[in-house]
């Protein structure tokens, strides 16, 4: 979705703000599939233009984490490829993100959060900039203020890590 | 396809009338896809969507269980971690729905079924609202008071218990 | 490609005349990618709607085999699970199809091939009826009197197979 | 992207020039995923249609090679599979190519690069034959001379093998 479609200086006072970005993971940084061995062992499709788009926002200042509510190792796996702290096993996710953000003295106001399913409503509605991808659940659309074009595993994360350091870096 | 497609009323008495509801895997949890391993392992594709779907479906008071055809551990690891009961390996699918029912007091015109092919046809045809998914195969389509418009694998399940929980919550 | 594509008159004789189809394997079975693991190992992804077409296709009397140049341990895998004939690691494609056709007494004026890149040219041109995957490479789609409405690995085994019942019980 | 689309000149100019096309690996001969396993092993989803190119690139007296930033075995694997030399764990993918290139006696006059993200910039820059794949990232579009028609993982390594194999034999 380009910026136009959206209040673009909304947008843009919103980005200047951030200080962090939570991902959900399953179907933002895969497509919302599982692939699913005879042993019950998982596996997920990633993308790898995810880990370009990460460096720029920390290079923007802004650190990404992941937030997921599967207990699942292959979350864990991705993190630690990808360099980005991650919490997984979430049933309550608002709670970890609450918790995650007064560690780091960082307020609901300067975060961005990325979803795609009504797990994911309760931490969209509570931050600055709440953010879905384009394949995401109908009952989430209406409440981010910005949708990818992408969808979730195929290069929704690079799109956002994109805007956002375009935006920061024009308004240094 | 959207509810107006069909007899909107049919569909809705229907719906009032379900007390389980029973999904053929390959195909409609899948993409109808197998990964074939060089020692002969199979793995399949299923979606993150359907878990949040089969909740909502038993909070309806339907319960939702899988009868599929294959021989296969990987129905039996996705139904587990679905928490949804499985009997795969069903060379008759019709027989072993109906001593599943007959189990569970439930007649078949309380119970709905979900298809692709055609060994389902023997149980779409019994049951009380037949239905299948978008990318069945030709000749299962007519019998189906709803196809979904997502396909298999890709958010069908979630689509039919999303339908299903919101007309049982509009008419409770 | 519906049948009237092309001159249905030829189609239905050569079908008539069928008393085996011989498929290549990756790109026919497979939508021709190949997933690589770290160890070298491999898997492919094969459509669970082929089953069903291949009992269909021995139903009219006509033998299904597999042969492919890949040498691989998948091919094997996937035609044990599918319970037809195949031959793999075929340097020369043809002269495997000639001797196998040898031993069962069969002509290649009886024969279909199905193919789907350029190392299928020399049987597709020597079979009585060559068959293309919808996504064939360029160089062999003129060759073809039936090409499929499906890609490989997407239901093209199953079209090609539910064509040949079809024309066979509607001639018998 | 058809050849009537770039300056049809210049390109036979440049391909008459070849002799080695260095590869990126991630996004060219995979699909730009990655499949994330619970233990943190990795698999990625190739073409079985880039085997005949490359044997018809070294027919043309052009050598192949994969140059890839990632320090993966999955790329070695591949590579030996494909039989062409690779290099990954390129921290410096054009330090490394001037140092193949220089072992060779090659000029980047004379050498072709096909990537698809802008860690492959500094080598699109400076090579002859600058290429992208169909679905690259916008910010390596503009300099290439060649963008291919299917995108990466799906056959966008035989198209450029078959235009190079198909202009060097009307030229010879």
Chains 1, 2, 3, 4 share one sequence.
Do not use: W
């Amino acid at each position: 979705m380009s910026l136009a479609s959206f209040d673009r200086d909304t947008l843009v006072s919103r980005i200047r703000s951030l200080r962090l970005v939570a991902f959900d993971f399953d179907g933002v940084f895969t497509d919302n599939s599982v692939y699913v061995f005879q042993d019950g062992r998982e596996a997920v499709r990633c993308s790898r233009a995810d880990g370009i788009g990460l460096r720029k926002l920390e290079q923007a200042g802004i650190e990404p984490i992941i937030v997921s509510t599967e207990t699942n190792p292959v979350v864990v796996a991705r993190s630690e490829k990808l360099k980005i702290f991650c919490r997984h096993g979430c049933e309550n996710k608002l709670a970890v993100l609450d918790e995650l953000l007064a560690e780091r003295g960082v307020g609901f106001h300067e975060t961005g959060f990325v979803g795609n399913d009504i797990n994911d409503l309760a931490c969209l509605e509570k931050v600055g900039m709440p953010m879905v991808v384009r394949d995401a659940h109908p009952d989430v659309l209406d409440i981010a203020v910005y949708r990818t074009d992408l969808p979730g595993g195929h290069g929704a994360v690079r799109e956002i890590c994109d805007l956002i350091a375009r935006v920061r870096e024009a308004h240094r």
